[in-house]
T-cell receptor, first 112, second 110 residues
Framework: NAGVTQTPKFQVLKTGQSMTLQCAQD?????MYWYRQDPGMGLRLIYY???????DKGEVPNGYNVSRLNKREFSLRLESAAPSQTSVYFC???????????FGSGTRLTVV | QKEVEQNSGPLSVPEGAIASLNCTYS??????FFWYRQYSGKSPELIMF????GDKEDGRFTAQLNKASQYVSLLIRDSQPSDSATYLC??????????FGKGTKLTVNP
């Protein structure tokens, strides 16, 4: 049982480059989330999807776009990477709000 | 702004002692509360959740909730060096989203 799988685990981008972070879950969860984690800032919600076909902005959505491709997959796209987007990105999923989240292993992104 | 506050620490306790981690939240409408453990370089892992006022025990862990005081805590009894990690408090605000505190770093000294 893989849980939540994120790819890639590490990535270095140059300023202005684009990339997509992939996330897939095999737990039949309805809700999926993208967070970023920075030292001293904690986990901050970028975007979330409460169900297939819906997406909503979180606390820090600027510079990002998302796609809920199907119930399993939720991708995060950086169209034009900036050094301020250097962070660790976590994808998470949940069956319902009573049960908390299951997190993926994270993507460590550096933008130079 | 709905907030979750934690003492950033670091909190240092000797092996075998009780570690007490605290969290306050700003929204009285909050309905469910979670504690996550995060080892350095790893992803957060759910260790406890609590919905009702009072205590909830799971092995060496006890979560305590006081909704009137908007306060949730985590006690770790018989602390072990393997408990050394950052502990994140998270609060559900009645929607699908969790708001996380910035975490408290715990070190258990052998």
């Amino acid at each position: 049982n893989a849980g939540v799988t994120q790819t890639p685990k590490f990535q270095v981008l140059k300023t202005g480059q684009s990339m997509t972070l992939q996330c897939a879950q095999d737990m039949n969860h309805n809700s999926m989330y993208w967070y970023r984690q920075d030292p001293g800032m904690g986990l901050r919600l970028i975007y979330y999807s409460a169900s297939e076909g819906t997406t909503d902005k979180g606390e820090v959505p600027n510079g990002y776009n998302v796609s809920r491709l199907n119930k399993r997959e939720f991708s995060l796209r950086l169209e034009s990477a900036a050094p301020s987007q250097t962070s660790v990105y976590f994808c998470a999923s949940s069956r319902d709000r009573e049960k908390g989240y299951t997190f993926g292993s994270g993507t460590r992104l550096t933008v130079v | 702004q709905k907030e979750v506050e934690q003492n950033s620490g670091p909190l240092s306790v000797p092996e075998g002692a009780i570690a007490s981690l605290n969290c306050t939240y700003s929204d009285r409408g909050s309905q469910s509360f979670f504690w996550y453990r995060q080892y350095s370089g790893k992803s957060p892992e759910l260790i406890m959740f609590i919905y009702s006022n009072g205590d909830k025990e799971d092995g060496r862990f006890t979560a305590q909730l006081n909704k009137a005081s908007q306060y949730v805590s985590l006690l770790i009894r018989d602390s072990q060096p393997s408990d050394s990690a950052t502990y994140l408090c998270a609060v559900n605000l009645g929607s699908e989203k969790l708001v996380f505190g910035k975490g408290t770093k715990l070190t258990v000294n052998p």
